[in-house]
């Protein structure tokens, strides 16, 4: 694997290879954001389909669009005084396909463990199954540490995404008041973080447009993560995924289900039983492969999107 070929993906900034971080062993590697590994037959074709990558911009990649153009708020240069992209929250924008658009969108937090983003697997790889059921996906590059070692920084970027992608929906032609929130292990604990524990109502009279835009979620997914809930009442319906095997995690998903449930949010949870922490999507396995269509069929029963004739996730 030649490591100099995800320097040159600007979407991807040292997330596709990363040894020894978040205190794990200096022998580990993170290829695509599966540490270690593959756990699945789906996650060993993914991992053998992007290590044989040819060099370049990865095709079907968009553009960042930058939350904050003219500098964000805190950003920190590096020793040479550069802002790098590290320094730019943005969103990467996958609009659903015209002729399927459910009007419905999603706000991706991709994991990391807050010094790294698993942009692929948890971020556009989300973006593009949401787009196979005509919703749109958002994917955001949030500030992380080292340089940015306090969440309410990462919080400020979350909320700053919902603004824009709320502001902006009529150009994305979603609705404002179907969008919601997928979050992925400490991606799910700043989904915590800004959309459940410090919702916005939005200030009419600030001078930035977009702060007048309330940050609040339409629905919510946690997968694999979460926050302790302060005020469960004012939550967004939820969906939960987890392993009973992953169980730091756990402990924070089903107390995080009790406070919606005895709050009255609507509230649907999956616990398997066996599998890691951080296994996405998990294309090929029978029983983990489940959860994505399961959360469009819970966002179908509840509502939030529109049913599509034919969709994967509604054929027969």
């Given at each position: 694997?030649?490591?100099?070929?995800?320097?040159?993906?600007?979407?991807?900034?040292?997330?596709?290879?990363?040894?020894?971080?978040?205190?794990?062993?200096?022998?580990?590697?993170?290829?695509?954001?599966?540490?270690?590994?593959?756990?699945?037959?789906?996650?060993?074709?993914?991992?053998?389909?992007?290590?044989?990558?040819?060099?370049?911009?990865?095709?079907?990649?968009?553009?960042?669009?930058?939350?904050?153009?003219?500098?964000?708020?805190?950003?920190?240069?590096?020793?040479?005084?550069?802002?790098?992209?590290?320094?730019?929250?943005?969103?990467?924008?996958?609009?659903?396909?015209?002729?399927?658009?459910?009007?419905?969108?999603?706000?991706?937090?991709?994991?990391?463990?807050?010094?790294?983003?698993?942009?692929?697997?948890?971020?556009?790889?989300?973006?593009?199954?949401?787009?196979?059921?005509?919703?749109?996906?958002?994917?955001?590059?949030?500030?992380?540490?080292?340089?940015?070692?306090?969440?309410?920084?990462?919080?400020?970027?979350?909320?700053?995404?919902m603004q824009f992608i709320r502001a902006h929906a009529a150009e994305y032609g979603i609705s404002p008041d179907r969008i919601g929130v997928i979050?992925?292990?400490?991606?799910?604990?700043?989904?915590?973080?800004?959309?459940?524990?410090?919702?916005?109502?939005?200030?009419?009279?600030?001078?930035?447009?977009?702060?007048?835009?309330?940050?609040?979620?339409?629905?919510?997914?946690?997968?694999?993560?979460?926050?302790?809930?302060?005020?469960?009442?004012?939550?967004?319906?939820?969906?939960?995924?987890?392993?009973?095997?992953?169980?730091?995690?756990?402990?924070?998903?089903?107390?995080?289900?009790?406070?919606?449930?005895?709050?009255?949010?609507?509230?649907?949870?999956?616990?398997?039983?066996?599998?890691?922490?951080?296994?996405?999507?998990?294309?090929?396995?029978?029983?983990?492969?489940?959860?994505?269509?399961?959360?469009?069929?819970?966002?179908?029963?509840?509502?939030?999107?529109?049913?599509?004739?034919?969709?994967?996730?509604?054929?027969?």
């Open positions: 694997m030649n490591p100099r070929r995800f320097k040159s993906i600007a979407w991807l900034p040292a997330l596709l290879l990363v040894t020894g971080a978040t205190n794990r062993a200096a022998d580990q590697v993170d290829v695509g954001g599966i540490v270690g590994e593959p756990k699945n037959p789906g996650q060993a074709a993914y991992v053998d389909q992007i290590t044989h990558m040819p060099p370049g911009p990865v095709p079907g990649i968009p553009e960042p669009i930058l939350l904050w153009p003219n500098g964000a708020p805190g950003a920190v240069p590096d020793a040479n005084g550069i802002f790098t992209d590290e320094d730019k929250p943005a969103i990467y924008a996958f609009p659903a396909p015209a002729g399927g658009n459910t009007g419905a969108a999603f706000l991706v937090l991709p994991g990391g463990a807050f010094t790294n983003r698993c942009m692929d697997n948890e971020g556009v790889q989300i973006a593009q199954f949401l787009n196979r059921h005509g919703i749109a996906g958002f994917v955001l590059r949030y500030r992380i540490g080292p340089n940015y070692p306090t969440r309410a920084t990462s919080t400020l970027d979350g909320h700053r995404a979050g992925f292990s400490a991606g799910a604990e700043l989904q915590g973080d800004a959309f459940y524990n410090s919702i916005l109502a939005g200030e009419p009279a600030a001078a930035d447009p977009l702060d007048r835009v309330s940050t609040r979620a339409n629905f919510s997914a946690l997968i694999y993560g979460g926050r302790n809930l302060q005020h469960p009442a004012d939550a967004p319906p939820t969906f939960l995924f987890n392993t009973i095997e992953d169980g730091s995690h756990l402990n924070v998903e089903v107390p995080v289900m009790n406070a919606l449930r005895n709050a009255g949010v609507p509230v649907e949870a999956h616990f398997y039983q066996v599998g890691p922490h951080g296994t996405s999507l998990s294309p090929g396995d029978p029983q983990l492969g489940q959860w994505p269509d399961l959360m469009i069929r819970w966002l179908e029963a509840g509502g939030f999107i529109a049913r599509l004739p034919g969709s994967p996730a509604t054929a027969p």
